[in-house]
């Protein structure tokens, strides 16, 4: 990390060459001193297991999906559909699915040495330091609370120039067939003074919020337009103070840094999330990172002896955005999913009127 008086990250070490020997016989070694039980070959089995089974999982949903619209054939006209149109109905609406799992197995593999392997070379570079995981963590943000099996993946910390942890975070709520599970990443820095304990939850970006207003926090107003971007919540008695912090230079920032991420304050504690797990190895997410950083020196905490950074980069806006969005659904859930169904659906149709 920079001696600079604004948070600048060497990011080298995220982008140069990985050398592939070197990071497989490190990822070894680190799950062998810090995988909690976790060896190198149980990780990718359980890799294998999950993808696998997701595929299988698919497969059996496809036969009863194209069960059904079998059964939706023959009410409508009268007519059965013959064995070899119901397996090829099958294998259009199953396999492209099952074949895009399992040969993702692989790369993900690889990409979990090549994360460990850039950020082993990265947290030094930078004063940082990085742990491969961290088990039922205990932390003061709302989620936690509800979380069960949480864990952390990847913790990055540091002290200076103020306290940062930087980690992916995954749990699950509920049981069951009710149960669900979510993974997201997010950014904590510790400020100087106690904040008035409040949430600010994007409207805007893709998903749900990882955590709900608890009472006595109720949803305010705060101004017209930035409530249309956010919902803040606070204890009515907090609610001029936060609206005295959430000032027009707090809004516009919040708006350009965070406007698919959501923020919570805990006594001296400002945790940024975004919706979904990231790639740490990535350097967008440190450019994220960054820009936090300066958010908070030019707002929340001012540092007397921090240059500000112009938030004026239209290219950085736009990696960042992408990052925080994710992929998402869209075009993707079309092609994967709608495509291939409507597919299957010819089939049964033209094997109905072939027979």
Not at 63 to 68: E, G, K, M, S, T
């Amino acid at each position: 990390m920079s001696e600079k008086t604004v948070l600048t990250f060497d990011k080298t070490a995220l982008t140069a060459p990985v050398d592939r020997a070197a990071a497989r016989a490190e990822a070894q070694a680190a799950l062998a001193a810090e995988g909690g039980g976790v060896t190198a070959r149980s990780f990718a089995s359980r890799t294998w297991f999950v993808g696998v089974g997701t595929a299988v999982g698919m497969a059996l949903i496809a036969a009863a999906a194209v069960l059904v619209l079998i059964m939706i054939v023959r009410l409508a006209t009268g007519h059965g559909v013959p064995l070899p149109f119901a397996v090829l109905a099958w294998a259009v609406l199953a396999l492209p699915y099952a074949y895009r799992r399992i040969v993702r197995i692989a790369p993900q593999l690889r990409d979990a040495d090549d994360r460990w392997y850039r950020l082993r070379r990265f947290a030094p570079a930078n004063g940082l330091t990085h742990a491969l995981r961290e088990a039922d963590p205990q932390r003061r943000a709302a989620v936690f609370e509800a979380a069960e099996g949480p864990q952390l993946d990847d913790p990055v910390t540091a002290s200076r120039p103020r306290p940062l942890e930087v980690a992916n975070l995954s749990f699950h709520i509920g049981g069951g067939r009710a149960r669900m599970d979510i993974a997201i990443a997010y950014a904590r820095f510790t400020v100087r003074t106690a904040l008035p304990a409040l949430g600010i939850q994007s409207v805007t970006a893709r998903g749900g919020a990882a955590w709900r207003p608890q009472a006595p926090q109720a949803v305010i107003a705060v101004d017209e337009e930035f409530d249309k971007r956010f919902r803040v919540s606070c204890a009515p008695e907090d609610a001029a103070t936060v609206r005295a912090l959430l000032g027009a230079d707090m809004r516009s920032a919040l708006v350009d840094v965070c406007g698919d991420a959501d923020v919570q304050v805990v006594g001296d504690e400002v945790w940024f999330f975004a919706r979904q797990d990231l790639r740490l190895q990535d350097p967008v997410v440190w450019e994220w990172v960054e820009d936090l950083s300066a958010l908070l020196d030019r707002t929340l905490d001012p540092r007397p002896e921090a240059s500000v950074r112009s938030d004026q980069d239209t290219a950085r806006a736009l990696r960042r955005r992408k990052v925080l969005r994710g992929a998402g659904a869209g075009r993707p859930f079309v092609l994967g999913c709608l495509v291939p169904l409507l597919l299957a659906a010819i089939v049964v149709v033209i094997g109905a009127m072939a027979g």
